[in-house]
């Protein structure tokens, strides 16, 4: 691919990170060389000082410098900054090409732990892939995104991680005028189900196999060691994402566009646009703007994974085997034992949410039962689950919570069963506590809080709520007084029905 160059200020004076570019290295007909544009006046909003210790920042910098190279404004030493390609179904309709048109990849460092993660810029200007966008981000989105891949590694769910935030001192024109920022995203890799597919559709298998290699390589070394290593690869990245959807399930994720191009092979979440959490519980919720059928409703979340998984198979029959007929054969009995993966990935979440180490042929009932509870009396689904903690030997915070049932039977019938269930757990009642408060979150990211953060940035440069609320979902899972506010569910008035891209 031909390379394209844009004027950024001169190379900072020493290394940030000691980048270690492998796909720009290995994989050089797979993306277009494009430098970040300069913007007016950054300005950093928040620098993600642990995270950049974990990635090898090999000394503290100044902020004027710091927001010159997560603007976009300075390369640091050793950048190879690049676009990369990638097609993608979005809501079911094939686009032939994509790839990143506001998203430039600065390169790649060996983490502390001996990780390979990606730096990206979100924002950092067009690219060739922008089909005439302007590959700037608003100051909303980035804030979202920065608050719910935080949450979500605080959590304990694999998502791309939260670097830095910048003011670029410029408007971007969407509904209105808005303030511009630019994000910087980490990831163990930004390739997704869409960049097979950018290839295969153009029928380059050779690609195809670079880049099913790169992957293994990056992400599944163990797959080269296999009779099939292409369908070991396949099935590496199905379990990944079953166990990725059953986490997201457990804490009430929606990701609202779970289009192949927002599905990464490494199983990690990706993407943060009109994403949300539930308040009250309902199966069939959508909360994304652009999703007026409700193809990626909270309950459709696996179904939909399996269709991506499916579209990445067709990418690598080729691969599986030189016989097309037992290829298809291989990749459809994979793709057909998806659902069965999930469910006991979800089913496992769910025990563990109840308190539940061991497994009874029962318990897909009884977590059902109590789903249906919290969805005919209207229940806040984080707040249902984490009362169900404290009401497990407080008589009187029971009868508080019984007390929001309209059906007081159908309650204390559930609660009668899931009594005696645990009774029969081997382990101590201390343990079962303990399992129920880590996987029961007192905290998430509530739609209306992260929306009066957006608004008080945008109306009026103010962060402190930021600031707050990024303290606040850093230990989700331990209550403290001084976070009350974001462990209550929205009152009338303050709920968030809709969410949007940000693009």
Known sequence: MAAQSKT????????????????????TDMYLRVNPTPVAAPRLIVFNTKLAGDLGLEEAAPEKDLAA???????????????????????????????????????????????????????GGPTPFSRRGDGRAALGPVLREYIVSEAMHALGIPATRALAAVLTGERVQRETGKPGAVFTRVAA??????????????????????????????????????????AAFLDAVMERQARLIAQWMGV????????????TISGETIDFGPCAFLDNYHPNKVFSSIDEYGRYAYSNQSVIAQWNLARLAETLLPLLDADEVKALDLANEMIGAFP?????????????????????????????????????????????????????????????????????????????????????????????????RQSNPARIPRNHRVEEVIRAAEDAGDFVPFHEMLAAI????????????YELAPEAGEEVTRTFCGT
Do not use: C
């Not at 070394?221 to 290593?229: D, L, N, S, T, Y």
């Not at 009430?252 to 599905?263: A, E, P, Q, S, Y």
């Not at 497990?392 to 005696?420: N, P, V």
């Not at 850093?474 to 506010?485: G, L, M, N, R, T």
């Open 69 to 123: 190279i997560f603007s976009g404004n300075a390369l640091p030493s050793g950048a190879e900054p690049l676009a990369m390609a990638y097609a993608g179904h979005q809501f079911g309709h094939f686009v032939p090409q994509l790839g990143d048109g506001r998203a430039i990849l600065l390169g790649e460092v060996i983490d502390r732990h001996g990780a390979r993660r990606d730096i990206q810029l979100k924002g």
């Open 340 to 436: 069965g993966r999930f469910e006991r990935h979800w089913l496992d979440a769910m025990r563990r949410k109840l308190g539940l180490l061991s497994a009874e042929e029962g318990d897909e009932a009884l977590v059902k039962v109590w789903l249906a509870l919290l969805l005919d009396n209207n229940m806040d689904f984080t707040i249902a689950f984490r009362r169900l903690v404290s009401s497990r030997k407080r008589m009187e915070e029971r009868d508080s919570f019984r007390s929001l049932f309209t059906d007081i039977a159908a309650f204390d019938g559930w609660i009668s069963g899931w009594q005696a269930r645990l009774a029969r757990e081997p382990q101590s009642a201390e343990a079962r506590a303990l399992l129920m």
């Open 474 to 485: 850093a230990q989700p899972y331990v209550s403290k007084a001084e976070f009350a506010k």
């Open 189 to 230: 890799s930004h390739i997704r189900v869409g960049t097979f597919q950018f290839f295969a559709a153009r029928g380059d298998t050779g690609s195809v196999k670079r880049l099913a290699d790169h992957a293994i390589d990056r992400h599944y070394p163990e797959a080269k060691q296999a009779e099939r290593p292409y």
């Open 8 to 27: 950024v200020e001169e190379n900072t004076a020493r290394a940030l990170f000691s980048f270690d570019n492998s796909y720009a290295r290995d994989l």
């Open 252 to 263: 009430g994720f929606i990701h609202g566009v779970m289009n192949t191009d927002n599905m």
